[in-house]
């Protein structure tokens, strides 16, 4: 496989004039380990970040609760001044306890806190895009998330925040959000074999708004599918690369954000883009998603 430059082609959030190729990097793991504490090797977690810009990454997803603080202090140190077009997505919602533990954090001043921590560790003077994180530990839980969301609509009009996007939500709660500041991208759990958000994806295209799937790969637990292993091997590339390469053909508005501390597995990532599935191919690993629903 080559070098593409554009990333499985590039993707505008609705309103505005962010275009972002829809390969990404998330950054949760240049942290140390569990997301907590300082990386083992700093160097490696600068060249990282480096090489995602250099090859032609311009959408970074991170969150100043990794760490709690550090990622976004790496990223500042990496990469500030930031190159033009680069567009840094963060999220609020959580606060890390004393004993590494995730604890919600969606009050008005736990927000507000949150968003001038994040301008302060990243060096920024406006957020380009905030994602509100609400739910669950791995999907939505349904209920009005107004309160939270106005607060946030507050801070875009004092002009701390460009942009307003969610995480992990339903449908109803993105239709309860539109009625309170435009929302330019939902981040949900979603892959080849997690499959739930499959008629919220159609709907969200057809309104042009982003979607950008947390846990591309599995998560804490690595996709395993004898299909994934099956179509990699004739393809000469790795699983991973073929379940990213899926997500890129599932639809037009999915942007990719998978993270990794290693440059190697940076390129791999990346490289996953330039991929090609024919229609026989996708529809076998359509299987995958089918089989974990039966």
């Known amino acids: 496989m080559t070098n593409q ?7 505008t959030l609705p309103g505005t004039s962010m275009t ?3 390969m990404g990097y998330g950054a949760m793991q240049l942290a140390g380990p569990h997301v907590w504490g300082p990386p083992r090797d700093m160097d490696a977690a600068i060249s ?24 976004n202090q790496i990223i500042k140190r990496a990469l500030h001044p930031y190159p033009d077009g680069l567009v840094i997505v963060t999220k609020l919602g ?23 921590d994040n301008l302060r560790n990243l060096g920024l003077e406006r957020l380009d895009v905030v994602n509100l994180r609400v739910g669950g530990v791995m999907g939505p839980i349904e209920g009005s998330i107004e309160a939270p969301l106005t607060v946030l609509a507050e801070l875009q009009r004092e002009g701390l925040i460009r942009h307003v996007g969610l995480s992990n939500v339903s449908p109803e709660q993105l239709a309860e959000s539109q009625a309170i500041t435009k929302i330019v991208c939902v981040q949900n759990l979603y892959n080849v074999a997690h499959r739930n958000d499959d008629g919220f994806i159609d ?3 057809k309104q042009g708004i982003a979607y950008v799937p947390f846990f591309p790969l599995g998560g804490f637990t690595p996709l395993q599918s004898s299909v994934l292993n099956s179509v990699a091997a004739s393809s000469k590339v790795t699983p991973m690369q073929v379940a990213l390469a899926w997500l890129l053909h599932r639809s ?13 597995h940076l390129r791999e990532n990346l490289n996953a883009a330039a ?11 359509n299987s995958i998603g089918e089989a974990a629903r039966a």
Do not use: C, K, M
Request: proline content about 6%; aromatic content about 6%.
């Open 94 to 116: 959580a606060r890390r306890g004393e004993d590494q533990s995730w604890i919600p954090a969606l009050s008005r001043q736990d927000l507000i806190d949150g968003v001038h």
């Open 20 to 22: 972002v190729n829809r």
């Open 5 to 11: 430059p554009t990333l499985g082609g590039s993707f």
């Open 48 to 71: 990282v970040l480096r090489e995602a810009v250099a090859f032609g990454v311009n959408h970074i997803d991170t969150s100043d609760f990794y760490g709690p603080h550090v990622t």
């Open 203 to 205: 709907d969200l295209v």
């Open 275 to 285: 991929l090609q599935l024919s229609a026989e191919t996708l529809a076998e690993l």
């Open 252 to 264: 037009p508005n999915i942007l990719l954000i998978p993270g990794t501390s290693s440059v190697e």
